[in-house]
Antibody, heavy 118, light 107 residues
Framework: EVQMLESGGGLVQPGGSLRLSCAASGFTFSSYAMNWVRQAPGKGLEWVSAISASGLSTDYADSVKGRFTISRDNSKSILYLQINSLRTDDTAVYFC???????????WGQGTLVTVSS | DIQMTQSPSSLSASVGDRVTITCRASQDINYDLAWFQQKPGKAPKSLIYAASSLQSGVPSKFSGSGSGTDFTLTISSLQPEDFATYYCQQYNTYPFTFGPGTKVDIK
């Protein structure tokens, strides 16, 4: 059974940093691209970042480019999102999502809440 | 960036109703369109991919159609567990944009 469990969220002040993790199991993690998607309270879904199966290729939404860094450890089946220079509009639930080969997001984690507030 | 729109933004329906939601892309995305269902406090759940393919384990009352820029999601007979928000997403070109969502609630 595919499972993904995010962690690392919490309350942080503007300008602060956090590292989110997504621990995956039930599939060959190193064979699939992974993504982060966020959802601000009461709002819709926003794609944030993607990383290739090897980790050599990454993409970011313009809203987070230069502040967020996606990475992965295929030996541990863990996806990361380093988020720096946090702003109040980064407040959201952050989901990790597995991408089927050249395809859609087939499995999602349950999400971790990041709250940016002074 | 490819902009995704959905209509309606919300709808009220009764158990047993047939419901159709439309999604439009601002440029041709071929068949690279997915539909997700999300209930409050939960992660999105994949329903449809490649515009019309049913995700494994999803009941056949859900169906999708379309290509290019215009797509639809149909629920053939609405059941209590189907009241949720539905999102479309294009995965043709980064950034992989989502539609704003359609909330389906009980009439």
């Amino acid at each position: 059974e595919v499972q993904m469990l995010e962690s690392g969220g919490g309350l942080v002040q503007p300008g602060g940093s956090l590292r989110l993790s997504c621990a995956a199991s039930g599939f060959t993690f190193s064979s699939y691209a992974m993504n982060w998607v966020r959802q601000a309270p009461g709002k819709g879904l926003e794609w944030v970042s993607a990383i290739s199966a090897s980790g050599l290729s990454t993409d970011y939404a313009d809203s987070v480019k230069g502040r967020f860094t996606i990475s992965r450890d295929n030996s541990k089946s863990i996806l990361y999102l380093q988020i720096n220079s946090l702003r109040t509009d980064d407040t959201a639930v952050y989901f990790c999502a597995k991408r089927e080969v050249y395809g859609h997001f087939d499995y999602w984690g349950q999400g971790t809440l990041v709250t940016v507030s002074s | 960036d490819i902009q995704m729109t959905q209509s309606p933004s919300s709808l009220s329906a009764s158990v047993g109703d047939r419901v159709t939601i439309t999604c439009r892309a601002s440029q041709d995305i071929n068949y690279d369109l997915a539909w997700f269902q999300q209930k409050p406090g939960k992660a999105p759940k994949s329903l449809i991919y490649a515009a019309s393919s049913l995700q494994s384990g999803v009941p056949s009352k859900f169906s999708g159609s379309g290509s290019g820029t215009d797509f639809t999601l149909t629920i053939s007979s609405l059941q209590p567990e189907d009241f949720a928000t539905y999102y479309c997403q294009q995965y043709n070109t980064y950034p992989f944009t989502f539609g704003p969502g359609t909330k389906v609630d009980i009439k």
